[in-house]
T-cell receptor, first 114, second 113 residues
Framework: EPEVTQTPSHQVTQMGQEVILRCVPI?????FYWYRQILGQKVEFLVS????????KSEIFDDQFSVERPDGSNFTLKIRSTKLEDSAMYFC????????????FGPGTRLTVL | DQQVKQNSPSLSVQEGRISILNCDYTNSMFDYFLWYKKYPAEGPTFLISISSIKDKNEDGRFTVFLNKSAKHLSLHIVPSQPGDSAVYFC????????????FGAGTRLFVKA
């Protein structure tokens, strides 16, 4: 069964450093997403991406964040200058675009900012 | 952002009995509602969904009920099994262009053998 994959599974970085989180969505899906879950809190929407551009973003997704689909398979989230409060699980998801918004999630990347 | 609320942080049920997980929402623009299941150290897994034009959707042991007038939905699991023990997230989306999904805080279900 096709699945969303994410790398790395755990990223540790120093405050102020740039990080890039990588995702490979399911190949025939059209919509791509990043969500995050701070420890003990709810899963929060960050951004959706369709047709090579951002279609929606939340207030969390400020100028420090950017997304890119550099080739036909990868979807990346970049945080330019990490803050302590960026520590969270980051989930990538993809959606085919045609059925009840059934988004498939990856296993997540745990980002720890020291 | 409290658009989707799950007021019960946890629920404990005996194996073989019914589990009922509840969810309330405030945004009338939501047109799809979904339930996700999540195990520790894994991403959410889609379980079942319902369109706002329906009031019930069933898939095996899982049934979702939607009461639009009350802005309430529930997930019924019958019969409950120990393997169902996980965190269940209620979620909702609207066709605002990106189909973003808003999640509730989750309910941790314990199914006792």
């Amino acid at each position: 069964e096709p699945e969303v994959t994410q790398t790395p599974s755990h990223q540790v970085t120093q405050m102020g450093q740039e990080v890039i989180l990588r995702c490979v969505p399911i190949s025939n899906h059209l919509y791509f997403y990043w969500y995050r879950q701070i420890l003990g809190q709810k899963v929060e929407f960050l951004v959706s991406f369709y047709n090579n551009e951002i279609s929606e973003k939340s207030e969390i997704f400020d100028d420090q964040f950017s997304v890119e689909r550099p080739d036909g398979s990868n979807f990346t989230l970049k945080i330019r200058s990490t803050k302590l409060e960026d520590s969270a699980m980051y989930f990538c998801a993809s959606y085919q675009g045609s059925h009840y918004n059934e988004q498939f999630f990856g296993p997540g990347t745990r980002l720890t900012v020291l | 952002d409290q658009q989707v609320k799950q007021n019960s942080p946890s629920l404990s049920v005996q194996e073989g009995r019914i589990s009922i997980l509840n969810c309330d929402y405030t945004n009338s623009m939501f047109d799809y509602f979904l339930w996700y299941k999540k195990y520790p150290a894994e991403g959410p897994t889609f379980l079942i969904s319902i369109s706002s034009i329906k009031d019930k959707n069933e898939d095996g042991r899982f049934t979702v009920f939607l009461n639009k007038s009350a802005k309430h939905l529930s997930l019924h699991i019958v019969p409950s099994q120990p393997g169902d023990s996980a965190v269940y997230f209620c979620a909702a989306s609207a066709n605002t262009g990106g189909f973003k999904t808003i999640f509730g805080a989750g309910t941790r279900l314990f199914v006792k053998a």
